[in-house]
């Protein structure tokens, strides 16, 4: 098996690939949050990993490609307050089910993905069918001081994660306290947050119901 390097983007470095398991590689892409049609650029970001997964598959490594569909919980924006899922709102202004628009678009996604000659991923799994392991996912955050619930929604706190002797913004390169600076900026008006610097810690807040 020849030998493959890579940019390691959290010492900076290009490295030689290691995988956790010998003659295994595990894989993991976000997919399509399936409420409109899918874009030349959604196009581009899957043609690069399949790229990637054809060369470690022709290096000889055992791959286990798995690229998720995102089915639920996309908020519209970033409004936290009033926010209506992307997916319900197509659902409402098309007036028919929100998994007939699912269905629709996820139909869609795989044709374009065809056209492309991509190759499909071992897993493709859907959000609504693993809701409750998100659930404890996010307990486990709660469970070790890292977060905070606010009006039903869950916030990283970021400040607690410094506290705690983690290194944050480390991958990024950013300096922590322009991130708090810059979510004090975005946030004026909202109120919902009890710290500044939970917003640029992910992706949307989780509604909990």
Do not use: W
């Not at 581009?44 to 055992?62: A, E, P, V, W």
């Not at 908020?75 to 998994?99: F, H, T, Y």
């Not at 493709?124 to 307990?139: F, L, S």
């Amino acid at each position: 098996m020849h030998q493959l390097y890579v940019y390691n983007s959290l010492t900076r470095q290009r490295e030689a690939f290691q995988p956790i398991h010998a003659g295994k590689v595990g894989m993991y892409v976000c997919g399509p949050t399936v409420y409109s049609d899918v874009h030349l650029g959604n196009c581009r970001t899957f043609t690069s990993f399949d790229i990637i997964y054809r060369f470690l598959k022709h290096l000889g490594f055992k791959v286990r490609y798995v690229r998720n569909i995102t089915d639920v919980g996309h908020l519209e924006g970033d409004v936290d307050v009033g926010a209506e899922d992307k997916i319900s709102k197509k659902a409402r202004l098309d007036q028919v089910e929100p998994m007939e628009v699912v269905q629709r678009y996820a139909n869609g996604f795989q044709a374009m993905m065809n056209t492309f000659n991509l190759l499909p991923p071992d897993i493709e799994p859907r959000a609504t069918g693993h809701i409750i392991e998100q659930i404890e996912m996010i307990q486990a955050i709660l469970d070790r001081g890292l977060a905070y619930m606010e009006n039903g929604s869950v916030y990283f706190d970021t400040p607690k994660y410094i506290e705690q002797d983690h290194v944050y913004g480390i991958l990024s390169g950013r300096i922590v306290d322009d991130l708090i600076q810059e979510s004090r900026d975005d946030l004026k008006g909202q109120s919902e947050k009890d710290i500044p610097a939970t917003l640029p810690c992910g992706s949307k807040p989780i509604q909990v119901t």
